[in-house]
């Protein structure tokens, strides 16, 4: 006998971009003035599920451009019957660039973006000039940004774009190992956990250091989460 598909409702949770309003008011969003942490690509949800569990004081969004993704994120958080988590559904450099205001989130999470291996899709990679150039204001002073991936190459070239930005001040760079001291769980990290995979992550903290010009807009959408 086939298994039956069981449907979640994920109404409230969900939340396709192009139905919001921008500037967003954090407030209005979750239904409180409790601090909110923004993941990019949230894949399946592990870290959101986990993360809001933890931390029932603080809110958490998680933007994926995926739907089915989003949705699988959404499910997630509802079958853990969390309330302070939201799913968007949509490119998360428009959602940085249109719809979160100045100074409002306290922590910006980058989890195992799709490294794009191919040279001609490097313009693809999440964390680009761009990208760190909206984070820069998006995040409170003294909040951070923290980034891991399993791709040692990329890496480098993360903390090479991160480095060359003024805002940005590396607290912790780490070759990180199977039982690392972040205890992060997101599917892949749980994952090259219990393979004994290395994988390597960085926090940075947010500080005025100046406002370098904006790069020039690039078509590149930050599609990596289904990794």
């Known amino acids: 006998m086939p298994r039956r598909r069981i449907t979640v409702d994920t109404t ?35 870290f959101l599920a986990s993360a809001g569990s933890e931390q029932p004081g603080t809110n958490f969004v998680g933007v994926e451009l995926a739907k089915k993704y989003a ?3 959404a499910a997630r958080v509802v079958k853990a019957g969390l309330r302070n988590v939201r799913v968007v559904a949509g490119d ?52 951070e940004l923290r980034v891991m991936t399993d791709v040692e190459e990329y890496f480098r070239e993360i903390v090479d774009v991160l480095g060359e930005h003024p805002a940005f001040e590396a607290i912790d760079e780490s070759r990180v190992e199977a ?27 947010v500080g005025q250091g100046g406002s370098p010009p904006e790069p020039p807009l690039r078509e590149a959408t930050l599609d990596g989460s289904a990794r």
């Not at 967003?24 to 894949?43: I, Q, S």
């Not at 490294?115 to 409170?140: D, I, L, M």
């Not at 892949?188 to 994988?199: D, I």
């Open 179 to 205: 039982g690392d001291a972040w205890q992060l769980q997101t599917n892949f990290a749980n994952k090259f956990r219990q393979e004994g995979r290395p994988f390597f992550g960085e926090r940075y903290r």
């Open 92 to 143: 998360a450099q428009k959602f940085l660039d249109e719809f979160v205001p100045d100074r409002s989130v306290e922590v910006l999470h980058v989890y195992f973006p799709d490294p794009w291996w191919k040279k001609r899709h490097r313009k693809r990679r999440v964390v680009n000039e761009r990208f760190v150039s909206r984070a820069a204001q998006v995040v409170r002073l003294g909040g």
């Open 71 to 73: 949705l699988h994120s």
């Open 12 to 46: 409230g949770t969900f939340v396709p971009l192009d139905e919001l309003q921008p500037p967003l008011d954090w407030p209005t969003f979750f239904g409180n003035d409790h601090p909110v942490e923004v993941e990019v690509g949230p894949g399946k949800g592990v």
